[in-house]
């Protein structure tokens, strides 16, 4: 849309320029700010953070005119007016003069705010028509309105774009900010301020934006706040370039003005960049041309106190020239940096759109994407449960996984090897853990129990009523076994203790409780059955969270392996549809299986391994030859062999070791009684829980839950799908679709934006 107001002869000012500002660049100059100009032009703005000049001081400070100064472009003015916004000075060479002003929306807006701000886009020709253009921009912005009853913003985050372009423009981009706000006013409220403050933070903090300080002569500088924020964002003053407007203010000859001078000469507050003096109209010379008011500035400067200064230290031509290198070293120092950010940036936007796969827009590309993603889901996923790892899926950086861990993503990709681990890690959890008694049977060892409360509790599987109060001890007042008791039958506690006569004690008492018809000194075989029950309680407990844990690896494995390959959209489709339903199947089957294998230990056991008898032996002889030794060594003396007492002779008495073997005997048979079953019960737990470690990890582990898993999501079972259910899964929706228009133009974007980089760099030997 274009302005068609005519303007007055003697008002209408052309977009011309002068040569004062055509010296803000020299060739060498404009050849790498072109580039970044070129890279604007990509459309990267809003990418990247470009090398820019921003103008920003205290409210009143004089920055609009700095800018004014700088550009030569005739802002509206007046001395009671203040920036609302932020306004973005594009200058471009251009073959045709244009003055384009647009509004560029805050990210904020909805988006239909953003749709009709964005449609503000207007084009003049001279430089009269701009204070029109402006007073609508403000009405876009919600700055102002003719309705009174609609209410109006003192400030916006919206940004103002004026384009300037033309043959001897140069390449350049300056933004004016608001003025920094001390304290609330008549319709500026504390949220106007804050926005203002975050504002200035948002371009202050950019490290490629050159910051032009304004300092207003006409209040004390140690307090304007605009040099704490520089001070956070800049501390080192790297890219901050001081200027002070309003020098004719203080006083001549007054401490006020001595003190500028010093800040001008740097010697307080420190810039690297510097600092710069400024000479403002005043408000009787509004009136004045540029040239006029360059020539009123000059004048100022030859006659003040503040020609101390070196000649390009002040005044608006020496500034543009001092810019001009500034801006040059600046960007020439950051194109480096700006390529690596763009390479990134490409690299990113690149892996995002691989991530969204082909376009799916019909049936037969629903299918075919299926059927590539199906495929490279099956191998990787094979491959996994095989153990072989050559895919780079499964590469690890060195050092990137401290611990070989369940709970480490990256880990559970070598899903043999962690199911090995976890297999392994159960193995010894059932080894140290899955005895209900951990039974010492050495003939000195301490009771550690009160053994009839301790089995009774356990085998009666009582929680409260064992005969304690509330203190922890019996109703006689003795001491307590109350939490190792109840502990004994919890399967996640530690196996109890038990001495040899506490195990006496638990299986006497449990041959009283299943005595029938046997003779004295006999005992009824089926006890070790019931004996071998209670002392494996736990494991069906350990398998089960055993079960769940290579279960969660195994589906954590499945839904990461998926969400890498596909994005989340058909992540939660396949794997709602396809892969939880076959992973809850696996489930049943399993939980079924371990529950045969329960009750198969709740029968009596069954054994045909040799191991069984030969530990049965090996306790007997055990004790046999310990009796053995202690008799001989009792029925052996030793005496001297002579005077010099030089050795021993040892005298054995045979008839003495039989009487102390016989005497050793014990002839109680309720403990051998004890004896021996405690013997079969120990050599059949262990040789059961050998079987027993073997039955789940391979009958449960491997059979139903890891075995197939490569086959639950396959070019198989894709082949089988309907093309209904095969578009449903993999349709690519609208949000999809613009994600994918977005992506591909911003990788057009700094692709282009690449080109010109690399172009300029090699040209100009960066």
């Known amino acids: 849309m274009t302005a068609d107001a005519e303007a007055e002869p003697s008002q209408a000012r052309m977009l011309d320029t002068t040569a004062s500002i055509e010296n803000l660049q020299t060739d060498e100059q404009r050849l790498v700010l072109d580039t970044v100009a070129g890279i604007r032009k990509c459309g990267l703005e809003s990418i990247l953070d470009l090398p820019q000049i921003c103008v920003c001081g205290d409210q009143s400070s004089g920055k609009s005119s700095v800018l004014e100064a700088l550009t030569e472009i005739p802002f509206p003015r007046a001395d009671n007016l203040c920036t609302r916004f932020a306004t ?18 805050d990210n904020s807006r909805k988006n239909s705010q953003k749709d009709d701000t964005c449609q503000f886009d207007e084009t003049i020709t001279d430089f009269s028509q701009l204070p029109h253009l ?4 403000k009405t876009v912005m919600g700055l102002k309105s003719d309705d009174s009853e609609i209410k109006t913003r003192p400030f916006t985050r919206d940004v103002l774009s004026i384009e300037i372009a ?18 609330q006013t008549r319709g500026v409220e504390k949220e106007d301020i804050e926005l203002v403050h975050k504002l200035t933070d948002d371009y202050i903090k950019q490290s490629r934006t050159i910051c032009l300080v304004v300092i207003a002569g006409s209040n004390d500088y140690a307090c304007q706040p605009i ?197 392994m890690d159960f193995a010894d959890d059932l080894r140290n853990k899955g005895q209900t008694f951990r039974i010492n049977m050495s003939e000195d060892s301490a009771p550690c129990n009160p053994p009839e409360r301790a089995v009774e509790g356990v085998e009666k599987g009582e929680d409260s009523e064992v005969g304690y109060n509330q203190e922890g001890k019996d109703e006689e007042g003795d ?29 006497n008492q449990t041959l009283i409780q299943n005595r029938g018809r046997e003779l004295q000194g006999n005992y009824n075989p089926l006890i070790i059955g019931e004996l071998f029950k209670t002392q494996s309680r736990r494991w069906i407990h350990l398998a089960e969270v055993h079960l769940e844990q290579v279960a969660g690896v195994c589906r954590r494995f499945l839904s990461d392996l998926l969400m890498k390959l596909c994005p989340k959209e058909v992540h939660s489709r396949v794997w709602t549809s396809q892969i939880a339903e076959s992973l809850q199947e696996k489930g049943t089957a399993a939980s079924d299986e371990l529950g045969k294998i329960e009750e198969d230990l709740q029968s009596y056991p069954i054994n045909y391994n040799h191991y069984y008898t030969d530990m049965i032996q090996q306790a007997r002889l055990k004790r046999m030859k310990k009796s053995l030794s202690a008799s001989v060594e009792e029925a052996t003396t030793y005496r001297q062999v002579d005077d010099f007492d030089v050795g021993k002779k040892a005298v054995f008495d045979p008839i003495h070791a039989a009487e102390n073997c016989v005497r050793r005997i014990d002839p109680d048979m309720e403990h051998v009684t004890c004896e021996e079953v405690i013997d079969c019960l120990q050599a059949i737990y262990k040789v059961m829980r050998k079987t027993f470690l073997a039955n789940i990890t391979t009958q449960v582990v491997e059979r139903h839950i890891v075995r197939g898993l490569d086959q639950i999501f396959s070019p198989t079972s894709v082949n089988r799908l309907s093309d209904e259910i095969v578009e449903n899964l993999a349709s690519e929706p609208a949000t999809t679709k613009q994600q994918r228009d977005h992506l591909e133009d911003r990788i057009a974007k700094l692709q282009n934006g690449q080109k010109v980089l690399k172009g300029v760099m090699g040209s100009a030997g960066l």
């Open 88 to 105: 973005e000075i594009i200058l471009k060479r251009e073959a045709q003069e244009s003055l384009t002003i647009k509004v560029i929306p």
């Open 134 to 137: 402006i007073e609508e921009a």
């Open 166 to 183: 033309g043959p001897s423009r140069p390449q350049l981009t300056l933004v004016d900010l608001p003025g920094i706000i001390g304290s």
């Open 227 to 423: 040099l704490d924020k520089i001070r956070a964002h800049d501390p080192e003053g790297e890219r901050s370039l001081g200027i002070i407007t309003k020098p004719d203010i203080p006083p001549p000859r007054s401490g006020s003005r001595e003190a500028f001078v010093e800040l001008a000469q740097n010697k307080d507050v420190f810039f690297k960049l510097g600092w710069h003096v400024l000479k403002n109209r005043e408000f009787q010379q509004s009136h004045f041309s540029l040239e006029e008011r360059n020539a009123s500035e000059a004048d100022f400067f030859q006659n003040s106190e503040f020609k101390v200064l070196p000649r390009d230290c002040h005044g608006i031509d020496t500034l543009r020239e001092r810019l001009s290198v500034v801006l040059f070293d600046h960007i020439k120092r950051e194109l480096p940096k700006l390529s690596q950010d763009l390479t990134g940036l490409l690299y990113h936007a690149g892996q995002d759109l691989k991530q969204l796969g082909k376009s799916r827009g019909d049936k037969r590309e629903c299918r075919d994407y299926l059927m590539h993603l199906s495929q490279d889901y099956h191998d990787v996923c094979k491959s996994a449960v095989e153990g072989h790892y050559e895919s780079k899926y499964f590469n690890l950086s060195p050092g990137e996984i401290s611990s070989f861990s369940a709970d480490d993503s990256k880990a559970i990709r070598r899903l043999r090897a962690m199911v090995q681990r976890m297999n």
């Open 479 to 507: 001491e307590t076994f109350r939490t190792s008791v109840l502990q004994a039958g919890v399967p996640w506690s530690p196996p109890l203790d038990m001495s040899r006569s506490e195990a006496f004690a638990w299986v």
